[in-house]
């Protein structure tokens, strides 16, 4: 049982390059999630999803792009990376949110660095 | 504005009792969350709270209360392996989740 899986775990990135990070799960989730994490900082939720072909902005959207083609995927795009993506991302995931204890189920994250 | 405060690092002794404290200023209130994070790993889930009150899971055990914006997370019998940040989150009342900085804890011999 794999839970939640994210690719790639680490990655260096030129400035003005793009990327995407896939996230997958196999626990038939309805909601998932994209945060990043910096030194000091509690998560950032970037973007999320409550469902197959639906996404929503979280509180720091900007210069991400994200798709949720498939229930089981989510994919968090970096159309021209800047240093200040330079960031450990983590994707995550929950059965629901209302009516539930919210419990959200992380990927081991990966690390990005943007030159 | 939204915000979770929570002491930066902490030390505490193997064997010992260490409390981490948490308090909370957010939009509506939908429950409180603790979570564990070993260095260099992801998030696991360890307790909720959305009522008043302890709850007791083995060797943790959770707080809140409501009309103060607190909860405190007890670890009893420390283990080296206890050795983590402690992250505190709210979900607000759009049922989003607002993350605290988080406390990491140094456990000594």
């Known amino acids: 049982n794999a839970g939640v899986t994210q690719t790639p775990k680490f990655r260096v990135l030129k400035t003005g390059q793009s990327m995407t990070l896939l996230c997958a799960q196999d626990?038939?989730?309805?909601?998932m999630y994209w945060y990043r994490q910096d030194p000091g900082m509690g998560l950032r939720l970037i973007h999320y999803?409550?469902?197959?072909?639906?996404?929503a902005k979280g509180e720091v959207p900007d210069g991400y792009n994200v798709s949720r083609l498939k229930k089981q995927n989510f994919l968090l795009g970096l159309e021209s990376a800047a240093p200040s993506q330079t960031s450990v991302y983590f994707c995550?995931?929950?059965?629901?949110?209302?009516?539930?204890?919210?419990?959200?189920?992380f990927g081991e994250g990966s690390r990005l660095t943007v030159l | 504005g939204q915000n979770i405060d929570q002491p930066t690092e902490m030390t505490a002794t193997e064997g010992a009792i260490v409390q981490i404290n948490c308090t909370y200023q957010?939009?509506?209130?939908?429950?409180l969350f603790w979570y564990q994070q070993h260095a260099g790993e992801a998030p696991t889930f360890l307790s909720y709270?959305?009522l008043d009150g302890l709850e007791e899971k083995g060797r943790f055990s959770s707080f809140l209360s409501r009309s103060k914006g607190y909860s405190y997370l007890l670890l009893k019998e420390l283990q080296m392996k206890d050795s983590a940040s402690y992250l505190c989150?709210?979900?607000?009342?759009?049922?989003?989740?607002?993350w605290g900085a988080g406390t990491k804890l140094i456990i000594k011999p």
């Open positions: 995550a995931s929950s059965p629901q949110q209302r009516y539930h204890t919210g419990e959200l189920f």
């Open positions: 626990m038939n989730h309805e909601y």
């Open positions: 999803s409550v469902g197959e072909g639906t996404t």
């Open positions: 957010t939009s509506g209130f939908n429950g």
């Open positions: 709270n959305v």
């Open positions: 989150a709210v979900m607000d009342s759009n049922y989003q989740l607002i």
